[in-house]
């Protein structure tokens, strides 16, 4: 899906303003990102709300299934 | 899908590592049929009927990767809502160190008075309220704030699952007067309505400590209010089954009159839900290195009809060898008919149950995922 932002908690935030309650299954009340959520800008990991992602890339949101 | 149908009787609300299930046993509860299961790969803590409004079910869930949330259903389990606004702690200031809700563990519905109060607790330490039918929640600043909390918290040792918050028992002839359960720390009641809490712990003992008789810092795993005397409390610990009274405030240790070989220790502890001498318990190994199965491999329920006094085992239809599974401490529930009916749920997958109040039992169901918790749902 298309999202806009120059910071990966504003694309979070322009997540959330179109699909609501989203933002808080992927970032705590903390603002940190979730322990098993991994994020990538392109294939640069992020870890952290204020990186910046480019005018036109691909955020990838990855949720880090383990165990049985 | 699950079914649309509004059946009549007696259901079991299922929560596992995998998923929500209802069990269906009807008005005879002779013969029981499983749905399809709801959420299906979400951990789904636990769920409970409204008995205020009883279309109305709350569930606590969280997938394996993603946040903690609830859903609340206004048809019977049929169709769910996710709460706008799910239990959340408020956002630290600089240099303090925020929490994060890992768990949404149990749901509770609120006093009588209120008909939209839901409380919710959590891992770690937390309590939660909803005063608009669980659509948004709120942190009880008295509880969530307290610098005692802290206090209580260091004085024992958490348990590998986190700090568990259960068991928020709330008084029927007083909404300012409830009662919470912290795994590790103790019992703690309020006076009113959260704003102040205070240990209710003596008498019961922290056997993990160097000094096992303290004010705080027990490990109690599952607490309840007799539904028949909400002066009557029980308690099934780390360290026994315990019972109180009111106005008097002392744990009594019961369980001391279970059998040796068997021992107090367990997780879950259910009422009658008519008379109040009347509780069962489901004891596990707390032997050496705690393996938590059935003492010996041979699962049993244990029920008081007396108030601990005497106590009576109760296995006949489960397995009489080689069982090795738990019951943990939501994965128990009593229903209300005239003959009551005792249901538990094992990390194994299956779910037992009786209709003679634990004299037989049978298999309802297995090959489920582990399962966390059962509640009772019943349909008029």
Known sequence: MEASGGTVGEVMKDLDHRFPGIRFRIVDEQDRIRRHVNMTVGERRVKKLKERVPGTGTLFILGALSGG | ?380
């Open chain 2, 1 to 380: 899908m699950p079914t649309r149908l509004q059946r009549s009787g007696v259901s079991l609300l299922i929560g596992t590592m995998k998923g929500f299930f209802i069990l269906r046993g009807g008005t005879a509860r002779r013969s029981w049929k499983l749905d399809e299961p709801q959420f299906f790969g979400a951990v789904i803590e636990h769920t409970i009927q409204d008995p205020r409004n009883p279309a109305c079910l709350m569930m606590g869930a969280r997938t394996g990767h993603m946040g903690p949330t609830v859903y609340r259903s206004f048809d019977y389990g049929c169709t769910w809502q996710e709460a706008e606004k799910p239990p959340a702690f408020r956002k630290a200031k600089k240099k303090e160190k925020g929490q994060a809700v890992e768990a949404v563990f149990q749901m509770t519905p609120g006093h009588a008075d209120f008909p939209d109060d839901w409380w919710a607790t959590t891992i770690p330490f937390g309590i939660f309220r909803s005063r608009d039918g669980g659509h948004t929640w709120k942190g009880l600043k008295g509880f969530n704030e307290s610098k005692s909390l802290k206090k209580w918290g260091g004085g024992g040792f958490p348990p590998p699952g986190g700090p568990f918050t259960h068991s928020l028992l709330i008084d029927p002839r007083d909404a300012q007067h409830m009662y919470v359960a912290l795994s590790v720390a103790g019992m703690f009641e309020t006076t009113d309505g959260g704003k102040k809490w205070s240990p209710v712990n003596e008498g019961s003992k922290a056997c993990f400590l160097p000094n096992p008789d303290v004010k705080f810092g027990q490990d109690p795993h599952c607490a309840i209010m007799h539904p028949a005397d909400p002066d009557r409390l029980y308690q099934q610990s780390h360290c026994g089954v315990y019972r109180m009274d009111r106005p008097e405030g002392v744990w009594k240790r019961i369980g001391l009159r279970m059998p040796k070989s068997v021992g107090d220790i367990g997780f879950a502890i259910v009422p009658h839900p008519r008379d109040k001498d009347t509780v069962w318990v489901f004891p596990m190994d707390g032997t050496d290195v705690w393996p938590r199965t059935s003492p010996k491999a041979k699962p049993a329920a244990y029920v008081t009809r007396d108030g601990g006094r005497t106590w009576q085992r109760q296995d006949n239809g489960l397995p009489g060898r080689h069982a090795y599974f738990t019951v943990l401490r939501h994965a128990m529930a009593t229903d209300s008919e005239p003959k009551a009916g005792v249901y538990f749920g094992t990390t194994s997958g299956e779910v037992y149950g009786s209709r003679d109040e634990g004299k037989t039992w049978s298999c309802l169901a297995r090959h489920l995922p582990r399962i966390l918790s059962i509640e009772v749902m019943a349909q008029s």
